[in-house]
């Protein structure tokens, strides 16, 4: 069933790997990063403008930092997230980008890199690592303290992607996109994760799931790399729809209002044609 929408382009950037939308609500603006370009964009909604930083380190991810974390001292809006130093505090000073690295779990794992992440129920940055080839099951998910204490929860992973919790901050979401599988984890209140098990296994043609998101019914949706759409999955697994997106290689998404309503989506331009000028662009889907 296709999910009934308007979806504009809003920002053909060429993104060489467009990723990690961050809702910033504090700006009104949805920043994202282009991995391989080594960018970072930021586009205000309301205003329609465009930002784009070149920072010194590639930035993989970033959110909004938790209430009871206390940024740096140093003027600048800040953010949380995975750089190549590690993890740690992100910055934007004016046309400057600031990093302060509080840890790297896999500082000797030099074919290794960070991918997805976001902050957690439980108040911790959650983060997942992947081999850069994109052969060996050497990646793995942290969850990040504010002192930069950190946890594996879980590891295996040829490429890590989301992660993504339940509105109730019961369930974790973490994917395999290699091996085209979603992942369910039990959450506690202590951020402790249990019971994997596999939600959803894609199949051949099915594209590859990618970044995600929940909505306030605890439906999951999902970036389909190789397969122009964000799917739309229940709780349980069940594929619920699709929402079409006019590039083939969607990324991830997120939800900007309260009534998730109003999702913004990445893509890539690897591997597409120079005549696919939406490959690696921003878009915009308003759910009807």
């Not at 809003?10 to 809702?23: D, I, K, N, S, Y």
């Not at 919790?165 to 019961?170: H, K, L, N």
Request: aromatic share 10%; with cysteine; proline share 7%.
């Amino acid at each position: 069933m296709e999910i009934a929408a308007d979806v504009e382009c809003v920002w053909p950037a060429r993104a060489v790997l467009g990723e990690g939308p961050c809702w910033d609500a504090r700006s009104g603006a949805v920043y994202w990063v282009d991995i391989k370009g080594a960018r970072l964009h930021a586009f205000d909604i309301a205003a329609g403008a465009k930002r784009t930083w070149a920072p010194r380190h590639r930035i993989f991810s970033l959110g909004t930092p938790p209430p009871q974390w206390n940024p740096p001292a140093q003027a600048a809006h800040w953010f949380v997230g995975c750089a190549e130093p590690g993890f740690g505090w992100i910055g934007v000073a004016g046309d400057e980008i600031l990093f302060q690295t509080l840890s790297h779990p896999e500082p000797g794992q030099t074919h290794n890199r960070f991918n997805d992440g976001k902050t957690g129920p439980d108040g911790r940055y959650w983060a997942g690592t992947m081999h850069d080839a994109e052969s060996e099951p050497s990646g793995s998910l942290y969850a990040f303290a504010r002192d930069g204490a950190f946890a594996r929860i879980d590891s295996g992973y040829v490429v890590s992607n989301g992660p993504a919790f339940s509105p109730d901050g019961r369930t974790l979401y973490h994917t395999d996109s290699a091996r085209r599988i979603i992942y369910a984890f039990d959450l506690d209140a202590a951020g402790q994760a249990s019971h994997r098990r596999a939600l959803v296994e894609f199949g051949e043609g099915d594209g590859y799931p990618d970044g995600m998101t929940c909505d306030r019914a605890g439906n999951l949706w999902v970036a389909m790399w190789d397969g122009a759409r964000i799917e739309k999955l229940s709780p349980d697994g069940r594929r619920l729809g699709a929402l079409p997106i006019p590039a083939r290689r969607p990324t991830s998404c997120v939800f900007v209002n309260d009534a998730c309503t109003d999702l913004f989506v990445t893509s890539a331009a690897i591997g597409a044609s120079a005549d696919d000028v939406l490959a690696g662009a921003l878009f915009r889907a308003m759910l009807r």
